[in-house]
């Protein structure tokens, strides 16, 4: 009898505590980044195959991303989608392929990088296009 006093006991010891566990998200976890808002681009990186070069005419730019899938640059605008770490948007054309590859996107920082083939007399080149930039103000 006592060892069945005893197995109860441990078993409500190890079930009780459950039953005051919340399900509920912890209200101190901060939510995912978006992507929504103006980027000032601070540095523009084209390397290539045994080299690469700064784009410093991209420097400054601003790219503002609004939830309505527009992003502007300059006084254009060009669709948007993002999903899994990859940015699409018809400004990519500009870098031969249709997407950005999303290295990093924090509240405050974020990363594209566009890889493309180059093909010259002398053979292909793999070209990667790497942008960082820093969360404006809203």
Not at 41 to 47: H, R
Not at 108 to 122: H, M, P, R
Request: aromatic share 10%; proline share 3%.
């Amino acid at each position: 009898m006592k060892k069945i006093k005893f197995l109860v006991a441990m078993m409500l010891i190890a079930i009780v505590p459950m039953l005051f566990t919340s399900c509920e998200e912890n209200p101190e976890q901060t939510p995912e980044p978006t992507i929504a808002g103006t980027w000032e681009c601070m540095e523009a990186i084209l390397k290539y195959d045994g080299g690469g070069e700064d784009l410093d005419s991209y420097k400054g730019q601003t790219w503002k991303f609004d939830e309505l899938n527009i992003l502007t640059i300059g006084d254009k605008t060009y669709d948007y989608t993002i999903f899994n770490n990859t940015l699409t948007t018809s400004y990519a054309a500009l870098y031969e392929t249709d997407h950005f590859k999303v290295d990093t996107l924090t509240s405050e920082n974020l990363i594209l990088s566009a890889s493309y083939v180059e093909e010259t007399k002398v053979g292909d080149i793999d070209i990667t296009v790497i942008l960082t930039f820093k969360r404006l103000s809203e």
